[in-house]
């Protein structure tokens, strides 16, 4: 499956961003997916992952608070509302889709989009 992430930004600390991650195929429905983070010099971090249907979502403890994950299986898409950003959420933010139920580790997910960046200025 190709995923095309978009959304990503330059914003102010306090904003908002929504990334969006369009996937190629109409199984699109038969995916785990998620959110990955990661910022120069850094591992790829987990941010957020939803379940085939969207009834289980998942999050890294820093993020559950101001992230929200979900999906419209109808438009082949995922989602990351991102609020109250601040500065050390600036990296590139790539989806991913996992043949298989959740799981954080980046090393588990079977296809990758190319990772928008996104930029949180103080």
């Known amino acids: 499956v190709q995923l095309q992430a978009s959304g990503g930004g330059l914003v102010q600390a306090g904003g908002s961003l929504r990334l969006s991650c369009a996937a190629s195929?109409?199984?699109?429905?038969?995916?785990?997916m998620a959110w990955f983070r990661q910022a120069p010099g850094k591992e790829r971090d987990f941010v957020a992952a939803i379940s085939w249907s969207g009834g289980s979502t998942y999050y890294a403890d820093s993020m559950k608070v101001r992230f929200t994950i979900s999906r419209d299986n109808a438009k082949n898409t995922v989602y990351l509302q991102m609020n109250s950003l601040k500065p050390e959420d600036t990296a590139v933010y790539y989806c991913?889709?996992?043949?298989?139920?959740?799981?954080?580790?980046?090393?588990?997910?079977?296809?990758w989009g190319q990772g928008t960046q996104v930029t949180v200025s103080s």
């Open positions: 991913a889709a996992r043949n298989g139920v959740y799981r954080s580790d980046h090393r588990a997910y079977d296809y």
């Open positions: 195929e109409r199984t699109f429905s038969r995916y785990y």
